[in-house]
């Protein structure tokens, strides 16, 4: 509790005891009305649904790819050999630098947007798969091997099983990347989103709106992380 | 059914240098025979079980299952290694149920093929636990019990009471004497303890080092009938002296040898 109420407190202090412009540092109370304004037009709702879809396409789409190929690059040598050095090399280049190809490619609306996050998550979270896959023990494949079970039965009732708890961990931390990511995306012509919103507030120099919105972005991460944690924690009860 | 090892050798690569692991092993075990495999470390003990159990193969020679050359592992040898290696996620009987999942056993044979294996490894009352919840013995009963379930034509064992405490391993020893008896399952069992390998084994084979070749084959000529208290009596005690001197002789060899290397 005291690492938020410290920072808090500070925040409380500077902008009350007017040492800051309240335009670059509005009060808590400002934050909040600003808040309960945006929410009761509506258009705080609006917006977060906006981005959340953004990350649900962008991101899910990164997920269903990134997950076979990071069992596949996590099993096999073979698929390991082929596709670690390309997308080990991928993954440094950022994905806000493919923001202008993608307009080019994609054009300015949606597509764009749903690619860069699609860019920023999908080659971490397939090396992360591959890793966590890596981490089944061979003794268990070996015994699953005695005990009858061929390839895909090894990868489907042992490989699977064994690696779920650590997937949705890399999942967890590359939802938090994709999170940034759809903001970063939507301060460049959106029509809605959180993002948007910023770009929107900053034009009236309307601090207090910008650091409302930061809250409920905040606020959305830490509700995304509580209930993957919640998953990971009941998925993986049986580790030791 | 008779498991037959003909001239095998085994060679590994490692960093480039090949090393012969098993070198000309020729070995028969019969249906229901009880062997225990002793030596000293580098004597390819357990090579020679992942050889029986097909997770690799053989360099040089072959190993026939009934005639039938060994090409990879399958449910007919049953693998219990030292660790378990069970299945975290799943619960005791999930993890015996395993093998009969995979095979063409319906649901109701099934369950009473597991209830069966459960009640002659004594794990009724944890049927519903995670491993992690189990003791070491636990654990090895549970391991035991999913590869017998499979009704193997030989199990084997790589040194699975090897992580266990005194007392316990004594348990074991006793269950798994038990559990041949009961199911005249033929089991090759390797282990690094003479004593455990005299009051098991119908026969022990004493391997040698550098590389791993068989040193002697030698009978255990003690009743089939046995408790822990045949471990005081004088026949065990100068079988298990003699079996002790053999693999000790070939140990110093190889002491030797690891020297003169360096």
């Known amino acids: 509790m005291l690492s938020f109420a410290i920072p808090l407190l500070a925040w409380v202090v500077l902008s009350v005891s007017g040492v800051v412009v309240p335009t670059f540092l509005p009060s808590p109370a400002a934050v909040v009305r600003a808040g309960i304004d945006m929410a009761s037009t509506g258009e705080l709702f609006d917006d977060l649904w906006a981005t959340t879809q953004r990350v649900l396409e962008g991101f899910g789409l990164a997920v269903l790819v990134s997950v076979p190929l990071g069992i596949l690059m996590g099993s096999f040598t073979a698929g390991q050999a082929f596709f670690e050095p390309l997308i080990g090399l991928l993954r440094y280049l950022p994905a806000s630098a493919f923001i202008p190809l993608l307009i080019i490619w994609l054009g300015i609306g949606e597509p764009s947007k749903i690619a860069m996050l699609f860019i920023g998550t999908v080659f971490f979270n397939t090396l992360m798969t591959a890793d966590v896959v890596r981490g089944v023990p061979g003794e268990l494949l070996d015994v699953s091997y005695t005990l009858g079970a061929r390839r895909g039965e090894v990868l489907r009732k042992i490989v699977v099983p064994h690696s779920l708890p650590g997937m949705i961990d890399a999942i967890r931390v590359n939802a938090a990347a994709a999170w940034n990511f759809v903001v970063v995306a939507e301060l460049i012509n959106s029509q809605a989103g959180l993002g948007h919103r910023i770009v929107l507030a900053q034009r009236f120099l309307r601090t207090d709106t910008i650091f409302a919105v930061l809250v409920v972005i905040g606020v959305a991460g830490l509700v995304i992380d509580v209930l993957l944690r919640t998953l990971r924690t009941r998925v993986g009860k049986w580790a030791a | ?262």
């Open chain 2, 1 to 262: 059914m008779t498991l037959e090892l003909r001239n095998v050798a085994k060679d590994y690569t490692v960093r480039g240098k090949v090393t012969r692991a098993l070198d000309g092993v020729d070995l028969e075990v019969l249906r229901g025979e009880f062997v225990c495999v002793v030596g000293a470390s580098g004597s390819g003990k357990s090579t020679l079980l992942s050889l029986v159990a097909g997770l690799s193969g053989p360099t040089e020679g072959e190993i026939l299952l009934d005639g039938v050359p060994v090409t990879g592992p399958g449910p007919d040898r049953g693998l219990v290694f030292q660790a378990g290696a069970l299945y975290p996620w799943r619960s005791v009987e999930k993890n015996v149920a395993f093998g009969l999942e995979l095979l063409p056993v319906d649901a109701a044979e099934r369950a009473k093929r597991v209830d069966w294996y459960l009640a002659e490894t004594g794990l009724h009352a944890v049927r519903k636990s995670l491993p992690k919840q189990l003791s070491g013995g636990q654990k090895q009963r549970v391991a035991i019990a999913r590869a017998l379930a499979c009704e193997p034509d030989v199990l084997l064992l790589d040194e699975p009471f090897g992580a266990l405490d005194v007392q316990t391993k004594e348990d074991m020893q006793v269950l798994i004497r038990q559990v041949w008896a009961d199911t005249g399952t033929t089991v090759l069992m390797v282990t690094h303890d003479v004593e455990e390998a005299v009051f098991l084994g119908g026969r022990v084979v004493v391997l040698a080092s550098d590389p791993g070749r068989i040193a002697a084959d030698v009978e255990v000529t003690l009743p089939a009938e046995r408790d822990l208290a045949v471990k005081r009596e004088p026949a065990f005690l100068a079988l298990r002296a003699r079996i002790e001197d053999l693999v000790r002789e070939q140990h110093r060899g190889h002491v030797g040898r690891v020297a003169a290397d360096g």
